[in-house]
């Protein structure tokens, strides 16, 4: 069974950075497609971006496409999503999730980490 564990949230001033790191544990990060996703409470999750089991091929919602970048390191069984230029409407709690068997998109996980506040203040 793998899991999932997401750190680096915080509280940033718009205009910001922050650096999320999703550590997988209990199989090869490199067997699966990863993603993340975020969330506000009382609202549907949202899709943010995924990558595939090599990080050849990315995805991305249309709201963050130039300011937020995954990757993945298969070595340190770590993905990673860096966002720049940080908006208050990225203010979210930040999931990670992972994807055995299909393509990184569409994108279904089957695997999800407990999630990271980020809060972006105005």
């Known amino acids: 069974q793998v899991q999932l564990v997401e750190s680096g949230g915080g509280l940033v001033q718009a205009g910001g950075s922050l650096r999320l790191s999703c550590a997988v544990s209990?199989?090869?990060?490199?067997?699966?497609?990863m993603g993340w996703f975020r969330q506000t409470p009382g609202k549907e999750r949202e899709f943010v971006a995924t990558?595939?089991?090599?990080?050849?091929?990315?995805y991305y919602v249309d709201s963050v496409k130039g300011r937020f970048t995954i990757s993945r390191d298969n070595a340190k069984n770590t993905v990673y999503l860096q966002m720049n230029s940080l908006k208050p409407e990225d203010t979210d709690v930040y999931y990670c999730a992972a994807d055995r068997y299909g393509s990184n998109w569409p994108f279904n996980p089957d695997y999800w980490g407990q999630g990271t506040q980020v809060t972006v203040s105005s």
């Open positions: 990558i595939n089991r090599s990080g050849t091929s990315t």
């Open positions: 209990g199989r090869s990060v490199s067997w699966y497609v």
